[in-house]
């Protein structure tokens, strides 16, 4: 996994601007059956995939924290919600709580997370690609395929899978989804 991880960000910024244009052309014409499409994809890649191996959103990334993620690990930690933000989070650039240390506070050196049932949704529902209207989410999909090997490898299926297909010259059918093709 570490290979993978060290080789990540290279093919992610490799194929960045092939994927900002891909996503560009998904936002403007998302395909009808796209929820069901990411849906279909997600599961496969982590039918494979075991985040245990890689923990790498974890390591990397301060995981968004909402007001109602706030009450119940707080709860949970038995601490009082205004503590708890004082010892863990931070204000980000956009105004939204974010936990402050990087790695995660929570993340145990297995790479198991220390309040998992009660995690942040953010965390939940990392990395985001079985997310319904996915295409909305473009710019936060760009940055995790540079920190999930996952996201990759469903982002580069998707590719491949639409029905509208980005190519170099712009979206192409392919013949099997075409009127008569087979």
């Known amino acids: 996994m570490e290979k993978i991880l060290n080789q990540l960000p290279k093919k992610a910024k490799d194929k960045h601007k092939e994927n900002k244009k891909f996503f560009v052309k998904l936002k403007n014409k998302p395909p009808r059956h796209l929820d069901t499409l990411m849906e279909e994809l997600h599961d496969a890649e982590f039918e494979k995939t075991d985040c245990l191996t890689c923990g790498n959103c974890c390591k990397t990334t301060p ?3 909402t007001d109602k993620d706030v009450t119940r690990i707080a709860k949970h930690l038995k601490m009082k919600e205004q503590k708890f933000i004082e010892t863990y989070l931070e204000i980000d ?3 939204e709580f974010i936990l402050k240390t990087v790695p995660c506070i929570f ?3 297995d790479n198991e997370c220390g309040i998992y049932d ?3 949704k953010a965390c939940q529902e990392f ?3 079985r997310r319904k209207k996915f295409y909305k989410i473009s710019e936060t999909n760009l940055q995790n395929v ?3 090997p996952a996201a990759f490898n469903i982002v580069e299926e998707m590719k491949k899978r639409l029905p509208v297909q980005y190519s170099g010259g712009g979206w192409k059918a ?4 075409r009127r008569g093709g087979g």
């Not at 392919?174 to 989804?177: G, N």
């Open 63 to 65: 995981a968004w924290v």
């Open 93 to 95: 650039d956009d105004n």
């Open 107 to 109: 993340l145990g050196h």
């Open 118 to 120: 009660v995690r942040p």
């Open 127 to 129: 990395p985001h690609t």
């Open 146 to 148: 540079a920190i999930c």
């Open 174 to 177: 392919p013949e099997k989804f």
